[in-house]
């Protein structure tokens, strides 16, 4: 495919900017550097991006069962919402009196989330899960410098987690301890006793795990962090299993994140944007980033919490993000949350169980919304990896699991459905995976080549690292 | 309520079957007891489709839609090309992932790429990374790719965007890393404070263009000096200003960083947005973020991947260079579609209607109403004015459907981008007029 920089012709280009009604005034020094954007017309312009469009494979397009990235169907109606002008068009330095409404979207949305979450408060500034993470971390950084605890540096981080939650404890300034976790998949907890003491800040957990597996013996874990004098700190990239059905306050947890393009069905993007929401209980509150957005005597007002650890992000987060969410929220209510998570576990099982018995599942009997597959005996049988049977996958227009993640599994494919998959739907994706492990047996030749009828074939990942070309140069 | 669960009762029961449970709740068996909520869940009950866009649409009605917008700092009022709307809208775009599976998302890593060599024609600088969540958080990521063992403080301009100095702050504070303001003078970063201030263990300075009240600052005088005291020289830029002015690699920036929200993106009550990282050659591996490379597959076909890898939290977790995961892909992708939409001459001749306007706005301040300019340099598309009832004449115009400018101390900062047509910069002139001129 040509760059759109191999596209065009110099002296094209779309007819937008009006002739300077006022006096002109040119800056003294202007750059010399040349500025070579494309020069296109409007027709081509549009035919170069719908050829892109075509080379991607987003939720409309097919199944897209991404273990814990949550690739559930993105509703309409949020995206119609979000592009209201009353939202979109509106600057955020307007005086309060003329923003009641994206002021009392925030308040709703923090009302809302902390119904499912069980926490006191909310801040909306993060703009993604990883954002969420620091700024949860500097939560709890502040909270333990506000109280002179300055020997709590050590956050406690089990070896299944996302790589954000180690990352991000290191930029919020503490020292991570990674444990390991037993057979089950849980939280070790012999290994969290001997992890915790006085130099214990707090503990980073997702639950379920990304092994797709809620932890038995959570409030045993969150009541050793708690006795040790530590914080819990929960990672909702995987609330959608539970959401509506248990709440991580009541789990013991003290500061939590969401991911609002995760849970709450906002779109991915490509990438992003996401937004990534803070919960947290009564006592850190006063830390929260401000300003935020509050209601007094019913009228919305944007305030700075007393000992706010300051700003993580400009303005008011990834709002419209937060009205998609919202607007998902409304749309399922007290009833449909819950619905939404108990599907989500009911098609991971029932695709698990249409696997069992052909792939490798370590942890179980049951799985929440997603669980991982183990092909380390197919490849040392056959040659065929985890990578192979992904690729093979793409060939039938499927997008494969997430790849070997959770690292503690050798060779996993990581599977989860959704709760807006169609029985239909999983059924064939199960048949297919079925038909790959077969493949594997018979003419494993076939998977190590795939994928074949993409746009491109396998990439030469290893050369674009080493002799790295991150820009086009016209010469 | 509305669901979006296509699977029916039936189906359902099938699935039990399958799987050998009576009910979803022994799939929960795991939860311990007392943790279920059960009814308790304090949400209101689930809406139609028709009746959820009424109340999103009543929150939406209580906001008030300015005709015309004369207030920027740090978000802008710029034409969106209807070319850029309709591209982006593509649900291709909108709903996929990371391009973790390159074979099928080649058409989000080419736009990526593309994206990136925009933004480095843009800034003249080597290599940009594929976003990052806006311009603030791209300011504070730069100090951490300065960051060296022996050179730990980071030094920011009093003249840079307050937002952005408390942004940069809070992940100073998570790094505990001391940041030091360099005090403004008349308008601008003051150059004689700043050379005394850099010693041996300055890791960088970040200096705004146009700086926060619209001035243009002397930006390779600074370079020289930041270079002189050994630090590195960050530049966070407006990029519709960059179409014109010198651009930070001709003033000798290693990092240049900014708001992308002018590239096309609404102002959408502050987000979302994206900030945009580019760098010279040497730091490339410092850059936080995805990154998209060229490459060839196995048949020698030209193609694109996520890239350099080895700096990211899944890889290389607690020793990462950042935690960035999600980025903001699909605002950068409009970026670059708005980028390209405009080409050379449309993002020059945005740029110099904003210089051009913005300065006709302050003459007519100055001539029709006998208001100071408060600084008397070189400015882009906002300057402040000095006042002497800032309430005043904002609710008046307020009341006219105009955003007017944004109180500061000592005045206010006015801006005005390409979409203001003359006719109402002097209705806006008449409006004040009859408020300060009895």
Redesign the interface.
Known sequence: MKLIFERGTEGQHLSLMPACEVPEVKLRQTREQPLPLPHISENELTRHYTELSMQVHGINNGFYPLGSCTMKYNPKINEDMASLPGFSAIHPLQPESTVQGCLEVLCRAEKYLCAITGMDAVTFQPAAGAHGEFTGMMLIKAYLRDRGDTARTKIIVPDSAHGTNPASAVMAGFTVINIRSCADGGVDLEALREAVGPDTAGLMLTNPNTLGIFDRNILEITRIVHEAGGLCYYDGANLNAVAGIVRPGDMGFDVVHLNLHKTFSTPHGGGGPGSGPVGCKAPLRCFLPGPAAAEKNGKYLLVMPEKSIGRVKSFNGNFLVVVKALTYILTLGRKGIPEASENAVLHANYMMSRLKGTYDIPYGPFCMHEFVMSLEELHRRTGVSALDIAKGMLDSGMHPPTMYFPSIVHEALLVEPTETESKETIDDAAELFLRLFNLAQTNPGLLHDAPVSTPVRRLDEVGAARNPVLRYEND | ???????TTA??K???D????KS?G???????EG???GNN???????S?LE??A????????????RT?L?G???Y?H?I?A?VR??T????????????????????L?????F???I???T?M???N??V?????AAAESV?MCRERKRVKAYISACA?P??I??V???C????TELILVPEKDGKTDAVALASMLGEDAACFYLQQPNYYGQ?EDASEIGEIVHAAGAKFVMGVNPIA??????P??CGADIAVG?GQPLGL?????????GFMACVKPM?RRLPG??????????G?????L????R?????????S??????????A?TAG?Y????????????A??C???A??LAGQMEKELGWKLKYGG?F?HEFVAECPCPDEV?QAL?GNGI?GG?PVEGGILWCVT?VV??AE?DRTIDIIREVVLP
């Open positions: 309520m509305g669901t979006y669960v296509p699977t189906e359902r099938q699935m039990l399958a799987i050998g449970v979803i022994e799939l929960y068996a795991g939860v311990p943790l279920h909520i869940l304090d949400l209101p009950e689930g809406l489709e959820v866009r109340a999103v649409t009543a929150a939406a009605d209580k906001n008030k839609v300015f917008i207030r700092a740090g978000a009022n034409f090309p070319a309709s591209i809208s593509r649900e291709e775009f909108v709903t996929a992932y990371t391009p973790y599976q390159a074979e099928i998302n080649q058409g989000i080419q736009s990526i790429f593309e990136q060599t925009m480095c024609m843009l003249g080597d290599t940009a594929a976003s969540y806006d311009g603030a958080s951490t965007n937002q952005v408390q942004t702050k809070t992940y504070f998570g790094s505990d243009m960059c179409a014109v002015m010198k651009t690699f001709e708001e609404n102002l959408a009550y502050g987000g979302p947005y994206l490339m995805r990154i998209v490379g060229q490459t060839a597959d196995v048949c076909a030209r193609g694109y991947v890239t350099l890898t080895a990211e939290q899944h890889i290389r977790r607690e020793k990462a950042s935690n960035i995961c999600s980025n903001q892909a699909h605002c992708f579609v980028m390209a939409a405009m080409g050379e001459a449309g993002l020059k001749e945005a110099g209607l210089i051009s306007k300065h006709y070189e882009f904002l307020e955003l944004l390409e047509p003359k910069l």
